[in-house]
């Protein structure tokens, strides 16, 4: 069972500004998000990638489909005031409603570059692949888009580059877009495979 999506929990703040992602950032996270999406990974709208870049981060914006990403649906978050609950936005998109976790993970682990957030339902719908398969998971069921979750998944993420959000889904961080969407894949179709 996973969580159901009630909506971004923290507001934003928009500066106004426009951010230049630059092409080459551009097409690893279309590419990216395409392969998530060929593999089952996210389903309908969930699911979300970021980028480190530039002192801040590259996101997903909030509902869209991560297998038909374009440059206009990446969000470039400069900040994230973790008291006010408040993301700073460039350019007039909100987020993914995950924007914390990411922010959080970046804070944390200054040499992570890519974060990849998928609902794998093979996981999901058989949480004792979870332990077969000796996931790190989060500690403790937690609510998406808070702080919280982020903690949570930020503690775990100390022992391992993937991690399984209890009722929620996995994480996978990496030096790259493509490292992290490697990971997750990799994952995902060894469990199909041993299973099968
Ligand atoms: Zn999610």
């Known amino acids: ?95 993914s409603s995950e924007t914390p976790t990411h922010w959080l993970i970046y804070r944390r682990f200054p040499k992570v570059k890519a974060v990849v957030h998928a609902h794998d339902r093979v996981l999901l719908d058989n949480t004792n692949l979870v332990e077969k398969n000796k996931i790190k998971t989060t500690k403790q069921k937690t609510s998406y888009g808070t702080l919280k979750q982020a903690e949570q998944v930020v503690e775990a993420l100390s022992y391992s580059n993937y991690v399984f959000i209890i009722e929620h889904g996995s994480i996978t961080v990496g030096s790259s877009i493509r490292k992290a969407t490697d990971l997750m894949i990799k994952v995902h179709n060894k469990i199909l495979k041993d299973e099968s």
């Open 1 to 95: 069972m996973a969580e159901k999506y009630e909506g971004i929990k923290f507001s934003t703040r928009f500066m106004g500004g426009k951010k230049d992602v630059g092409y080459r950032l551009i097409k690893e996270m279309i590419n990216s998000g395409r392969l998530l999406k060929k593999n089952n990974l996210t389903p309908g709208t969930t699911g979300n990638i970021s980028v480190q870049a530039s002192g801040g981060l590259y996101i997903k914006a909030a509902g869209k489909s991560l297998g038909e990403l374009t440059q206009k649906d990446i969000v470039y978050v400069s900040d994230y005031i973790q008291a006010e609950n408040k993301a700073l936005v460039w350019d007039n998109k909100k987020p």
